[in-house]
C-alpha cells in the first residue's frame, strides 16, 4: 500500500527499501562484503560463509581504472542446503540474482567467483581430505 509523502504526493513503499541507503548508513569500512554476507546468510541460512575481497588483485586491470570503489571482486564459498538437489549453473543463478542490484550498480560488484556445496558435499570433501592425510 502506497503511503502519502506530502498531500497529492504518493510513492511507494518499496522505494525505500533498496540496499543504497543501508550501504551509506553503515559505518562499516566495507559495506559491500557486509552485504554480500547480509543478503547470502538471509537468504540461504548457510553452514559455512566465507566472502573475501580480491579486488585489490585486480586494481590495476584496465576496466577499473577510474574507479573509487574498493569492493569489486569478491571470492565467495557457501554451504548451504538451500542448494540440495541442484546443479551448480542453477545455485550460482540463485546467488547472482540474489545480488542482482549489486551486480549491476556504477561502482558496484565487477566479478563474483562462487563455490557453492551442501552441507553432504562439504562433509565428503572433509573426509577426503582426511584420507589424504592419513596416506601421507
Known amino acids: 500500500m ?15 527499501t533498496t540496499t543504497i541507503p543501508r550501504m551509506a548508513s553503515t559505518s562499516s569500512s566495507t559495506p559491500v562484503e557486509d ?6 546468510s538471509s537468504a540461504f541460512t548457510p553452514t559455512t560463509l566465507q566472502v573475501r575481497n580480491d579486488s585489490h588483485l585486480h586494481a590495476h586491470h584496465a ?5 573509487t570503489s574498493q569492493e569489486t571482486h569478491f571470492h ?10 541442484k546443479p ?3 545455485r550460482h543463478r540463485m546467488v547472482y540474482a540474489l545480488l542482482k542490484e549489486e551486480m ?5 560488484i565487477h566479478a563474483l567467483q562462487l563455490r557453492t556445496k551442501t552441507p553432504e558435499e562439504e562433509q565428503r570433501e572433509k573426509e577426503r581430505e582426511a584420507q589424504k592425510q592419513a596416506q601421507a
Do not use: N, W, Y
Open 88 to 90: 551448480q549453473p542453477a
Open 2 to 16: 502506497p503511503r502519502p509523502i506530502l498531500p497529492g504526493l504518493v510513492f511507494p513503499r518499496r522505494l525505500f
Open 35 to 40: 552485504l554480500i554476507r547480509d543478503k547470502i
Open 76 to 85: 565467495v564459498t557457501i554451504t548451504s542446503p538451500s542448494f540440495k538437489s
Open 63 to 67: 576496466p577499473m581504472r577510474g574507479t
Open 104 to 108: 549491476s550498480r556504477e561502482g558496484g
